[in-house]
C-alpha cells in the first residue's frame, strides 16, 4: 500500500469529451508525475509537477494539462477526446525533486474513449 | 530503436529457479528504476539505482553505467512473483519506460 490514490477507478467518455482525473499523493510528497499506459505497452511519461509548477514533459499535445495543489493533491486533465486516449492513467508521487527519487505509483484510472 | 530496451520480452520458469531480466539504455541518466506491474495495473518501485547494486530479498538490482545496462535477479523464484517488470530511466525531468518483461513462474 502506497498511500497514492486516484481517482476515479473506472471511466467512459465519448470522443471529443474532457476528462478530469484526479490523483492524491503521500503527505510530503512535492514531485507528482503523471504516466499513460496503453494496452500491452509500457507506461509513456506525460509530465511532472514540482511544488505546483510543471518541471518536465514528455511528448504529448497541450490538450494534456495538469495541476498540482497545496494539499498533495493534483489532476490531470485532457480535452478534446481522442479514441486513442483509451489507457490506463497512472499518476506517482515522490519526496524530492525530480524522477531520480523512488517513485511511488497510485492504483491508475483506466479511461475508455468510445 | 527504442531509448530503453529489454529483454527477454516474456519469461516462463519453474518455481524455484534463477532469473535474470535485462536492462539496456542509450540515454544519459541519473538514476535507473525497477518496477513491479500486477494484472490490473498496479505498479510499484522495486527500486531506484544510480551505482552498484542493491537487494532486498530474493531480489537483486545491478547496474553498470559505462556500459549503460541494467539486470534484475530473482533468486529462488515463486509464482507470486509472477509479474510484468519494467526498466525506468530519468533524469531530473523525464522517465523512459522499457516495453516490461513479462515473467511467469509455475509451481
Known amino acids: 500500500e502506497t498511500g497514492v490514490t486516484q481517482s476515479p477507478t473506472h471511466l467512459i467518455k465519448t470522443r471529443g469529451q474532457q476528462v478530469t482525473l484526479r490523483c492524491s499523493s503521500q503527505?510530503?510528497?512535492?514531485?507528482v508525475s503523471w504516466y499513460q499506459q496503453a494496452l500491452g505497452q509500457g507506461p509513456q511519461f506525460i509530465f511532472q509537477?514540482?511544488?505546483?509548477?510543471e518541471n518536465g514533459r514528455g511528448n504529448f499535445p497541450p490538450r494534456f494539462s495538469g495541476l498540482q495543489f497545496p494539499n498533495y493533491s493534483s489532476e490531470l486533465n485532457v480535452n478534446a477526446l481522442e479514441l486513442d486516449d483509451s489507457a490506463l492513467y497512472l499518476c506517482?508521487?515522490?519526496w524530492g525533486f525530480g524522477l531520480q527519487e523512488t517513485q511511488y505509483f497510485g492504483p491508475g484510472t483506466r479511461l475508455l474513449v468510445l | 530503436k527504442n531509448e530503453v530496451e529489454q529483454s527477454p520480452q516474456n519469461l516462463t520458469a519453474q518455481e524455484g529457479e534463477f532469473i535474470t531480466i535485462n536492462c539496456s539504455y542509450s540515454?544519459?541518466?541519473?538514476?535507473l528504476h525497477w518496477l513491479q506491474q500486477h494484472p490490473g495495473g498496479g505498479i510499484v518501485s522495486l527500486f531506484m539505482?544510480?551505482?552498484g547494486k542493491k537487494k532486498h530479498g530474493r531480489l537483486i538490482a545491478t547496474i553498470n553505467i559505462q556500459e549503460k545496462h541494467s539486470s534484475l535477479h530473482i533468486t529462488a523464484s515463486h509464482p507470486r512473483d509472477s509479474a510484468v517488470y519494467i526498466c525506468?530511466?530519468?533524469?531530473?525531468?523525464?522517465?523512459?519506460f522499457g516495453t516490461g518483461t513479462r515473467l511467469q513462474v509455475f509451481p
Open positions: 506517482a508521487s515522490s
Open positions: 503527505s510530503g510528497h512535492n514531485t
Open positions: 509537477y514540482y511544488r505546483e509548477e
Open positions: 525506468a530511466v530519468g533524469n531530473t525531468d523525464k522517465l523512459i
Open positions: 539505482l544510480s551505482s
Open positions: 540515454v544519459g541518466i541519473s538514476a
